[in-house]
């Protein structure tokens, strides 16, 4: 074979591994975020290295035993949501430095309605890969902002206005899918998900119960 083609092999092939690379990067720290949100242990354990180790101010430590930690932590508070963007991943080798902007919402149910702890920050990460796998080495967080705010419960509210809303009531069918920690969440069934979804008349009132909505915040 040509020298001049070996060589361009070479270069694609060490391309497609790069490529390949990031992108396994990419969905550990979104399984994360899904593991985190499911309540999810064995998924969540999954994007560390079992001698991985993180520091999230709160909890400095094993990586596993911040998973023990964190998880029936996170089982107490009413939903979280994880939303990751600005991934950026320097690989050298067999290790891999990221840095990921969150966004997280926890939100906590009290006897007035709801409290939302909306914080954003940046994961700063070393990957590495072993027998083939990258996983979370190392992690420690960076925050940047937070807002406390305090809310209702909009989803109920707005189903019983929807109930009531003239002239047959069926606005009581916007039934979207609830998230739920794991195993009940919609996430793990998969491609069994085709199995819940069903048809279903419009609301005849579909803006009606945010004006009703606008009355009680």
């Not at 990031?22 to 499911?38: F, G, K, L, N, S």
Request: hydrophobic fraction near 40%; aromatic fraction near 10%.
């Amino acid at each position: 074979m040509p020298d001049a083609l070996t060589s361009r092999l070479d270069r694609l092939e060490a391309e497609l591994t790069s490529l390949k690379d990031r992108e396994a990067i990419r969905d550990v720290i979104h399984r994360y975020c899904r593991a985190a949100d499911r309540c999810d242990l064995e998924g969540f354990k999954a994007c560390y290295w079992p001698d991985g180790f993180d520091d999230h101010g709160f909890f400095g430590g094993n990586a596993w035993a911040f998973c023990d930690y964190v998880i029936p932590v996170l089982k107490k508070i009413d939903r979280s949501i994880h939303a990751i963007t600005n991934t950026i991943i320097d690989i050298e080798g067999d290790r891999a430095f990221c840095e990921s902007q969150w966004s997280v919402v926890h939100r906590l149910r009290e006897d007035d309605g709801l409290l939302d702890y909306w914080h954003q920050g940046r994961y700063i990460d070393i990957f590495e890969k072993r027998n083939g796998e990258w996983r979370i080495f190392l992690r420690t967080i960076v925050s940047d902002t937070d807002r406390l705010l305090k809310t209702k419960d909009i989803r109920e509210i707005m189903a019983a206005a929807a109930a009531q809303s003239p002239p047959t009531g069926r606005g009581a069918e916007n039934v979207a899918l609830a998230g739920a920690r794991a195993p009940q969440d919609p996430v793990y069934l998969g491609f069994g998900i085709a199995d819940v979804v069903k048809e279903r008349p419009g609301m005849p009132d579909l803006w009606g119960p945010y004006h009703v909505l606008s009355k009680i915040l």
